[in-house]
């Protein structure tokens, strides 16, 4: 891609943040997953991923990260299409961790699954009784420190989840740990940063240019909840089944 120049000669560099298709936590009986972290796309994730690959299309980007959690990498490649470009896989921007199991366990509904993240910002919240959300921002905000820092790109794409997202959102815009609520990410959307960078490297602006652009509902209008508050009413639906 070639090097693009804000009018004062800054560098401007582009990322380009995906979250991955849609997906099942939850099986056609009711039960949790045994590994979330293995699920595939759905039908839904790859026809989102579709549509995506043909807005995306006649877009040039010279570098590409996923997570390496299958979602990830299924979505990369369907979006990427036949761009001769290597997937790159780092670890660090894999999903917040909960607690194994804790899904099935003792936990509130409401305050630990549907707003969870509206939490974020308290010391000691964590996700489903796992990992800390201080903790989750401090590796996500790592690694894209790290990929900003490295000069051998002009535009990225990065493939990613939720939280994940969130958790660069905050990063970019200097929010933190208080954006986790406020972004709304619904899957395989699409997130557009600019940045401009010195002579030697250093970010002296961020642009925010689009947030949470789908291809296939792009004014929203069929979205009402969040992916959370979706899940914890499928939770909800399961305990009423229940004997």
């Not at 299309?57 to 979006?79: F, H, K, M, N, Y």
């Not at 990427?80 to 894999?94: F, K, N, P, W």
């Not at 790290?146 to 493939?159: G, K, M, Q, R």
């Not at 959102?169 to 401009?196: I, R």
């Amino acid at each position: 891609m070639t090097k693009r120049l804000a009018i004062d000669g800054a560098h401007r560099r582009r990322l380009y943040l995906f979250r991955h298709g849609a997906v099942d936590y939850i099986d056609p009986n009711g039960n949790w997953v045994e590994d979330p972290d293995n699920v595939d796309l759905n039908s839904k994730g790859h026809s989102q991923a579709t549509a995506m690959a043909t807005m995306f299309a006649s877009v040039e980007v010279d570098r590409a990260i996923c997570s390496g959690l299958p979602r990830t990498r299924q979505t990369a490649e369907l979006v990427l299409g036949s761009r001769d470009i290597e997937l790159e896989v780092i670890a660090e921007l894999e999903e917040i961790r909960p607690l194994k199991g804790e899904a099935e366990g003792d936990y509130d509904i409401f305050a630990d699954v549907a707003y969870s993240h509206w939490r974020a910002q308290d010391f000691s919240a964590s996700f489903l009784g796992g990992e800390r959300y201080q903790d989750f921002y401090a590796r996500v905000s790592a690694a894209m420190e790290a990929v900003l820092l490295e000069p051998n790109w002009n535009s990225v794409a990065i493939f990613a989840h939720g939280g994940t997202n969130a958790a660069a959102l905050g990063w970019v815009t200097g929010l933190g740990l208080e954006g986790f609520g406020l972004f709304d990410q619904a899957t395989c959307c699409l997130n557009v940063v600019d940045f401009d960078t010195d002579d030697n490297g250093f970010v002296i602006r961020k642009h925010v240019r689009g947030l949470n652009i789908t291809a296939y509902d792009p004014a929203k209008q069929n979205r009402h909840a969040g992916d959370m508050e979706s899940l914890a009413e499928k939770l909800l639906h399961l305990r009423t089944r229940q004997p």
